[in-house]
């Protein structure tokens, strides 16, 4: 297992990047407001405060901030990590609700570090693997989890993690 002192360095740059896209989204948000206020030119800060439902005042610290407010951010939408892996469950072939339910559990047990990025497929194989004494379906099971492309095994992965069997593809019976 990790030392803790690298679990919780991995807990604080999640953190930073989190703060980081909370000071993009403010200044995105100040941008638009200071672009529409000065849009409408004088009294513009105004009508879009009596619009928005907000005081006036919080229109005026909105342009202050787009004033300071470094170039709008240029990367990749904050949620594009969550797209494209529902789009990679979208493309997997169906499983049993019964193997899905198993790499959840299995998963519970097993922490999941930055290593899995090499080979997160083969990884998850070896932990079924693992089981083959216990679950019948365990060289069938192994077998899809090396058949998924590193970003499809990462989409299930992540699914598993956060409990979100519903998004993962099951076979009718």
Same mark, same amino acid.
């Given at each position: 297992m990790s030392d803790y002192r690298d679990l919780l360095a991995l807990a604080e740059e999640r953190i930073e990047r989190a703060n980081r896209?909370?000071?993009a989204a403010a200044d995105a948000k100040a941008l638009v407001l200071d672009a529409e206020a000065t849009r409408r030119g004088r009294g513009g800060a105004a009508e879009v405060a009596a619009e928005l439902g907000v005081s006036k005042a919080a229109v005026s610290l909105a342009q202050?901030? !787009?004033r300071s407010a470094g170039e709008p951010h240029r990367g990749l939408p904050?949620?594009?990590?969550?797209r494209l892996f529902a789009a990679e469950l979208r493309g997997l072939p169906a499983r049993p609700a019964g193997d899905w339910e198993l790499l959840a559990w299995m998963?519970?047990?097993t922490v999941v570090a930055v290593t899995w990025?090499?080979?997160?497929?083969?990884l998850l194989a070896g932990e079924v693997e693992d089981?083959?004494?216990e679950y019948d379906g365990a060289a069938a099971l192994a077998? !899809?989890?090396r058949s998924w492309s590193r970003v499809q095994a990462l989409a299930v992965i992540d699914a598993l993690l956060s409990g979100d069997l519903g998004a993962l593809p099951v076979t009718e019976g």
């Open positions: 896209e909370v000071v202050k901030r !787009a904050y949620d594009t990590l969550q998963l519970r047990s990025l090499e080979e997160p497929g083969a089981l083959d004494d077998a !899809a989890c």
